[in-house]
C-alpha cells in the first residue's frame, strides 16, 4: 500500500520563476492538503482540495494555486516566485467526511529553494 | 492571536523524566484533535489522536478540554529517541482546513 508521494524531492529555482510540485495521495484518500513549512516552524496550511475543487484555503497569496485530478492527486503551482518561498512543501492525503479523528498522512516533503 | 498555540520550548529533559506539552486553540467550533511527531528533516507523523474522554498509549497521554480549547500531551520515562518535535494539530469538522501549531522542541539526554 503506497504512501504519499512528492515529487520532486528537492528543487531550485530562480526568483521570479514559477514551479509546480506534485503529489499522490494514500491509496484509498480522496483529499489532498499543501502545506508550506519554514525552517524551524510548523507547517502552515496553504489550501485543501476534494473533489477536484479547493475546498478551504490559508493565507497565501494568489501566487499559490493548486488543482486536483480525477485520480486524487494533485499539484501544487507558485508563480513569481520570492525568495521567502524558500521552504520545505508537504502534502498531506485525508479520507473526507469523517468526524472525529480524521488523520492525514505526509508525503516526505519537496524543498524548494531559491536563489 | 494564533489559531493554534503550542509551549515555544525547547524542552530538555534527562532520560527517564516526565514531561508536558499543552497547546490551545482558537476555534471553538474545532473537532478533531492530534498530536504529530516531526524528525528532524522529515515529514510529520501521527502520534496520536486526542479523544473527548482522553486517550493514552503506553508512556503517551493526550488530553483534551474543550471547555477552555486546551490540548495536552505527556510523556513519560522520557528516552532518548522521543527527541523530537512535538506539534499540536487541530481540525474543523470533516477534516476541512487543519491547523498546525508552531511545534515544541523536546531534546532527551542521556
Known amino acids: 500500500d503506497a504512501g504519499v508521494t512528492q515529487s520532486p524531492t528537492h528543487l531550485i529555482k530562480t526568483r521570479g520563476q514559477q514551479v509546480t510540485l506534485r503529489c499522490s495521495p494514500k491509496s484509498g484518500h480522496d483529499t489532498v492538503s499543501w502545506y508550506q513549512q519554514a525552517l524551524g516552524q510548523g507547517p502552515q496550511f496553504i489550501f485543501q482540495?476534494?473533489?477536484?475543487?479547493?475546498?478551504q484555503r490559508g493565507n497565501f497569496p494568489d501566487r499559490f494555486s493548486g488543482h486536483q485530478f480525477p485520480n486524487y492527486s494533485s499539484e501544487l503551482n507558485v508563480n513569481a516566485l520570492l525568495l521567502g518561498d524558500s521552504a520545505l512543501y508537504l502534502c498531506a492525503s485525508s479520507l473526507a467526511g469523517r468526524g472525529e479523528g480524521t488523520e492525514a498522512f505526509f508525503g516526505q516533503g519537496t524543498r524548494l529553494t531559491v536563489v | 492571536r494564533k489559531e493554534v498555540e503550542q509551549d515555544p520550548g525547547p524542552f530538555n529533559v534527562p532520560e527517564g523524566a516526565t514531561v508536558a506539552f499543552n497547546c490551545t486553540y482558537s476555534?471553538?467550533?474545532?473537532?478533531?484533535f492530534f498530536w504529530y511527531r516531526q524528525d528532524c528533516r522529515k515529514e510529520p507523523k501521527l502520534l496520536m489522536s486526542v479523544y473527548s474522554s482522553g486517550n493514552e498509549d503506553g508512556r503517551f497521554t493526550a488530553q483534551l478540554n474543550r471547555a477552555s480549547q486546551y490540548i495536552s500531551l505527556l510523556i513519560r520515562d522520557s528516552k532518548l529517541s522521543d527527541s523530537a518535535t512535538y506539534l499540536c494539530?487541530?481540525?474543523?469538522?470533516?477534516?476541512?482546513?487543519?491547523?498546525f501549531g508552531a511545534g515544541t522542541r523536546l531534546f532527551v539526554k542521556a
Open positions: 494539530v487541530v481540525s474543523n469538522t470533516g477534516g476541512f482546513k487543519t491547523i
Open positions: 482540495y476534494y473533489e477536484e475543487e479547493e475546498r
Open positions: 476555534n471553538s467550533a474545532s473537532q478533531s
